[in-house]
């Protein structure tokens, strides 16, 4: 007997959805985004310590003004459970984020190192002023977090049991990334191709297995309506809708790392920059990022776009943060070639060695 | 579940791929996985509601999601330069002493970053005296003894009309749009 073709669609949507969250990927980019991360935070609670210790230190504003009015909020923070106005606190929650991203990039007890980073991360975002990327950090430690819990971030050849999803002939397609690579059946990626021959395993598969996809699927959906949302609130801004909003961004010259001003004489380069970007954020990134040939393009327009504006603007954490998301559509094949364009870096010095 | 053809994606790995000495036990429960997955897509469907526009349907909505969002610190907000000021400004630090007025330079001040620019500028434009002066206070006390004026600091900030594109050149002037004073006992 054959399904009505309603009954089809919705099986095939519900398969669709099933493989969407549940298919073996590799954990590789979870490595490299749970070790950038943690290097990342090293750099991030160093440059909150002086505004920490304006705000909580002993002799700190909060100690003086009674509660500032950017101190309150409903998450565990260590400010509020330990105190508000003391040195010591403050160190303590700025060096133990930075220990705590040194603990997480290292790799050790993987699913309690999320956790406390989680609450190191908790203890300052909003609690110390900040911006859209702070709520971005807090948002990659708390997927960070659930996926250390689900075993996950597990590192070397201890791949959790029962993480992978069963299938219909009820066997496991658990394997090692190895296996997933000498699969004859799996299409070959040309750029990283003739890259990867020839390096070592460590770099090409770097001992991870496979798991259930829905924990990288976390951090790419999210940098998704990142992008989608912020497009999509610009647009109901009249200077963005007419094009002029790169005008005004580029005459605050407070904002600025250099003097854009001139751009202002430009106003039709300004315009088509503005559209530009509402294009990028409303419909390039979150449709063609899925889309196999346009995945890297269009992740590289998005690093030449972050760069730019990193280096023209003075804007704090967002961009680095928004880079770490990327990681999480990386392939492993995209850190291969990566390495292979290393490749020469590295013959060279070994040859001056 | 039907198993699905990982073929297009070569970061999956495909059942028959597995040799048998690397293949990882998974009794999955089927009801887990639904769960499991039901959950994933409500936390989905959350962000979606909390990255819209406010709106009488969300405000609806919020006490249901909120506490998760809250909570976890999961909470959106992705408006950064989303209604661009038309403006430009510049935000001064002064000392008063005996003589006048005297810029501080910003390196004194502790302004050495973008968040802390950032949090200068939210302050300002939250216009609390109390906090003002509190902060005035506490950048004088780090001040060197020596390079302390006397009668105390006055923060100013600053705006100047950035010109419409369209528009006919217009000369714009700066004008003072906030002034905090921290005065110092002596001077009082």
């Known amino acids: 007997m054959t399904l009505p073709a309603s009954a089809r669609r919705l099986s095939a949507a519900v398969q669709g959805i099933d493989g969407f969250l549940f298919q073996p990927r590799s954990r590789t980019p979870l490595r490299f985004m749970r070790i950038a991360f943690g290097l990342f935070l090293v750099g991030y609670f160093t440059g909150l310590h002086p505004l920490a210790m304006m705000l909580y230190g002993t002799d700190g504003l909060v100690s003086r003004g009674g509660e500032f009015p950017l101190s309150r909020i409903v998450r565990p923070q260590l400010f509020h459970l330990l105190s508000d106005h003391s040195d010591r606190v403050v160190w303590l929650v700025t060096g133990g984020g930075i220990a705590s991203g040194l603990w997480l990039a290292s790799g050790f007890f993987s699913r309690l190192a999320p956790c406390v980073v989680w609450l190191f991360v908790s203890s300052v975002v909003t609690v110390i002023p900040g911006n859209s990327g702070d709520l971005l950090v807090m948002s990659f430690a708390t997927y960070l977090a659930v996926a250390g819990l689900a075993g996950h971030l597990v590192v070397g050849g201890k791949t959790p049991r029962n993480h992978l999803p069963a299938t219909a002939d009820g066997g496991g397609p658990g394997a090692t990334l190895e296996t997933a690579t000498e699969t004859p059946g799996l299409p070959e990626v040309p750029a990283a191709g003739k890259a990867c021959r020839g390096l070592p395993a460590v770099l090409s598969i770097a001992g991870g297995q496979a798991v259930p996809a829905w924990s990288i699927r976390l951090f790419q959906v999210q940098l998704v309506l990142v992008y989608f949302f912020s497009g999509y609130h610009k647009l109901a801004n009249d200077a963005w809708y007419r094009g002029t909003a790169l005008h005004y961004i580029a005459g605050q010259t407070f904002w600025s790392r250099y003097d854009l001003s001139h751009l202002d004489d430009w106003p039709v380069i300004t315009s088509a920059l503005t559209t530009a970007v509402l294009l990028f954020e409303l419909v390039a990134f979150p449709v063609l990022v899925w889309v196999r040939p346009w995945r890297i393009p269009i992740l590289l327009a998005g690093v030449v776009f972050h760069v730019a504006i990193y280096v023209t603007m003075r804007v704090f954490t967002f961009h680095q943060i928004m880079m770490l998301y990327y990681l999480a559509f990386l392939l492993p094949e995209d850190w291969q070639a990566i390495a292979g364009l290393c490749e020469p870096l590295r013959k060279l010095l070994a040859r001056h060695r | ?188």
Request: with cysteine.
């Open chain 2, 1 to 188: 579940m039907p198993q699905h053809d990982h073929g297009h994606d070569p970061q999956a790995v495909t059942a028959a791929a597995a040799p048998a000495e690397t293949a990882i036990r998974l009794p999955h429960h089927r009801l887990v996985r639904v769960l499991l997955g039901s959950l994933l897509l409500i936390h989905f469907g959350i962000l979606f509601l909390n990255n819209l526009a406010w709106s009488p349907a969300i405000a609806a909505a919020w006490p249901v999601y909120s506490p998760y969002i809250v909570r976890l610190g999961l909470v959106q907000d992705w408006g950064m330069y989303r209604d661009p000021a038309r403006f430009d400004q510049r935000i001064i630090v002064e000392g008063f002493t005996e003589a006048g007025r005297k810029p501080i330079p910003r390196e004194d001040l502790g302004w050495t970053s973008s968040r802390m620019l950032y949090f200068v500028e939210a302050m300002c434009l939250r216009n609390n005296i109390l906090e003002t002066s509190t902060y005035l206070n506490w950048v004088y006390d780090q001040l060197p003894e020596t390079s302390r004026p006397e009668w105390g600091l006055v923060l100013r900030r600053d705006v100047k009309q950035i010109p419409q594109p369209t528009g006919p050149p217009v000369e714009t002037v700066w004008r003072t749009e906030n002034e905090f004073f921290a005065w110092r006992k002596a001077a009082r």
